[in-house]
């Protein structure tokens, strides 16, 4: 069961590049990585997902080390609008694995950006 | 778009009652959650289920219970509600896939008061 390890906040200005760092060592072979974003008051949102190297979509990049023990989402030129809770998960499909949460259910505090003028 | 409804915003309920929380997906999605967030905790899986009538426990279940008669729609039940099970509850769905990519869906969450 991979447990995953985010800053606790992030403070930045707009247009600048975010990055924040999601430390999962105990990465299985078969698990992806997963980030959701959350804006107070609503539920949790996909952002991105990767297996390993680089995934980019029209909202963030996810860098994923040949070691996969990490990994780094990047947002560019954030806004005052990319003020949110950012989640790293990480696991198999959870109807694999019986008996509990597994690893892609196991949400944490995830990191609080919070961007300013 | 995915759509996961939950039925109520704000939900306001006296110690002792029985309250159902409900939640409705339409994608035909086989994975749903229920989740609780507190302050300082983040988010905490309470029950999931992946098929009707199928269910299993999370790291909370205690104090709940769940439902699920048909496949797009997944019940969270408090038997008993007490003032610590004030909390925001968020629902979700996902699809079963193989391989990893079981993306999860979130409904915009319900506030239960227990008063």
């Known amino acids: 069961l991979a447990k995953t390890t985010q800053p606790i906040s992030m403070d930045s200005y707009e247009g600048q590049e975010v990055n924040i760092t999601c430390s999962h060592n105990n990465i299985a072979t078969n698990d992806y990585i997963t980030w959701y974003q959350q804006f107070p008051s609503q539920g949790p949102r996909f952002i991105i997902q990767?297996?390993?190297t680089k995934v980019t979509n029209e909202v963030a990049s996810l860098f994923i080390p040949a070691d996969r023990k990490s990994s780094t989402l990047s947002l560019p030129r954030v806004s005052l609008s990319d003020t949110a809770v950012y989640y790293c998960l990480v696991g198999d499909n959870p109807t694999m694995n019986y008996g509990g949460s597994q690893g892609n259910l196991i949400f944490g505090k995830g990191t609080k950006l919070s961007v300013k003028p | 778009d995915v759509k996961v409804t939950q039925s109520s915003r704000y939900l306001v309920k006296r110690t002792g009652e029985k309250v159902f929380l409900e939640c409705v997906q339409d994608m035909d999605h086989e994975n749903m959650f229920w989740y609780r967030q507190d302050p300082g905790l983040g988010l905490r899986l309470i029950y999931f289920s992946y098929d009707v009538k199928m269910k299993e426990k999370g790291d909370i279940p205690e104090g709940y219970s769940v439902s699920r008669e048909k496949k797009e729609r997944f019940s969270l039940i408090l038997e008993s509600a007490s003032t610590n099970q004030t909390s925001m509850y968020l629902c979700?769905?996902?699809?079963?896939?193989?391989?990893?990519?079981?993306?999860?869906?979130f409904g915009a969450g319900t506030r239960l008061s227990v008063l």
């Open positions: 979700a769905s996902s699809p079963l896939h193989a391989t990893s990519e079981n993306i999860q869906y």
């Open positions: 990767g297996y390993k």
